[in-house]
């Protein structure tokens, strides 16, 4: 999968080293991965969950370093493409403001 803005990733990354590790082994399993549905994504990432926006589009999140960060992506299957859309510590993710902003 081609992963658009990377480049948030490796800059959340320096913001949050505990998180760091857990990121870069996201970006090689994703990078690697040929998904083309939630159930592909799930046999790596098994807690990958789906949530509708305020845009009434669905993305996927994923836990990151034991659950104390969320990584909020769009994937487009057809594409090949997963689009980086925020990374939140998990006390801001639960606070669901979120989601009006995508």
């Known amino acids: 999968m081609n992963i658009i803005t990377k480049r948030r990733i490796l800059d959340?990354?320096?913001?949050?080293p505990n998180a760091s590790a857990n990121l870069s082994a996201w970006i090689a399993a994703a990078s690697a991965a040929k998904w083309q549905?939630?159930?592909?994504?799930?046999?790596?990432?098994?807690?990958?969950?789906?949530a509708t926006v305020r845009s009434s589009k669905t993305v996927t999140i994923f836990n990151i370093a034991g659950n104390h960060h969320r990584l909020i992506t769009?994937?487009?299957?057809n594409t090949r493409s997963i689009f980086i859309l925020k990374?939140?510590?998990?006390?801001d993710?639960?606070?669901?403001?979120?989601k009006n902003d995508l």
């Open 93 to 98: 993710y639960s606070k669901d403001r979120w």
């Open 74 to 77: 769009a994937i487009h299957y």
């Open 12 to 16: 959340y990354a320096k913001l949050h």
């Open 37 to 50: 549905s939630i159930s592909d994504v799930r046999k790596v990432f098994p807690h990958a969950d789906l």
């Open 87 to 91: 990374i939140l510590t998990h006390t």
